[in-house]
């Protein structure tokens, strides 16, 4: 089946730095990835879609300029959060479509996150 | 836009059935899914409803009622693995772009 890989599982950063965060399809291609964040106790909240070859779709309440996408290679996303602040403390996952069901009825397959902590 | 309504936490004991309720207001509809999250883990999808009426799978089943704007999760059987989170998600028109409800959290008690 589909696997998506998400790296690292968790990282602690200080306040001001950035980090990135990599999401790689492991046995298939994907021209489209999604990012979630995802608060303790909450829904996943859709950040931004990552085209391969494009620029990202943000949205709405989502700062481009922070949340940083990058869609180089069919197998490769990656999110980079800039300027890093406390607030940003999050569980980030990333997801891509089945590639071997329509696009009417493929499910998402998640990485199993990062769990950002910022101090 | 679109929203989703699901109910904060259930509980039942194992052997029982649990019944998820999600209702939504979509802009567009293209299926109903649902997805089961465990503590810290990721999601995993559980069954997809285009079309009115039950898909059975295994001891999960999904309900669909567009008329009604509803959908349930089915769970039977209930083990204590169960014990999860469980979101409802409506697809908007865009190919992929899922929204998640708010989650309901199943506790399973021995």
């Known amino acids: 089946g589909a696997v998506v890989s998400q790296h690292p599982s968790w990282v602690i950063c200080k306040s001001g730095t950035s980090v990135k965060i990599e999401c790689r399809s492991l046995?298939?291609?994907?021209?489209?990835m999604f990012w979630y964040r995802q608060f303790p106790k909450q829904s996943l909240m859709l950040m931004a879609t990552?085209?391969?070859?494009?620029?990202?779709?943000?949205e709405q309440g989502v700062e481009k300029d922070k949340f940083l996408i990058n869609h180089a290679s069919l197998t490769l996303s990656t999110l980079t959060v800039t300027s890093a602040h406390p607030e940003d403390s999050s569980f980030y996952i990333c997801?891509?479509?089945?590639?071997?069901?329509?696009?009417?009825?493929?499910?998402?397959?998640f990485g199993n996150g990062t769990r950002l902590t910022v101090t | 836009g679109q929203s989703l309504e699901q109910p904060s936490e259930v509980t039942a004991v194992e052997g029982a059935i649990v019944q998820i309720n999600c209702t939504y207001q979509?802009?567009?509809?293209?299926?109903l899914s649902w997805y089961q999250q465990h503590d810290g883990g990721a999601p995993t999808f559980l069954s997809y409803?285009?079309?009115?009426g039950l898909e059975e799978t295994g001891r999960f089943s999904s309900f669909l009622s567009r008329s009604d704007s509803y959908g349930y999760l089915l769970l039977q059987e209930l083990q204590m693995k169960d014990s999860a989170s469980y979101f409802c998600?409506?697809?908007?028109?865009?190919?992929?772009?899922?929204?998640f409800g708010a989650g309901t959290q199943v506790v399973v008690t021995p």
């Open positions: 997801s891509a479509r089945d590639p071997d069901r329509s696009s009417y009825n493929s499910p998402l397959h």
């Open positions: 046995d298939f291609q994907a021209t489209t």
């Open positions: 990552s085209n391969e070859g494009s620029k990202a779709t943000y």
């Open positions: 979509t802009s567009g509809f293209y299926g």
């Open positions: 409803n285009a079309l009115d």
């Open positions: 998600a409506v697809r908007d028109g865009s190919w992929g772009k899922l929204q």
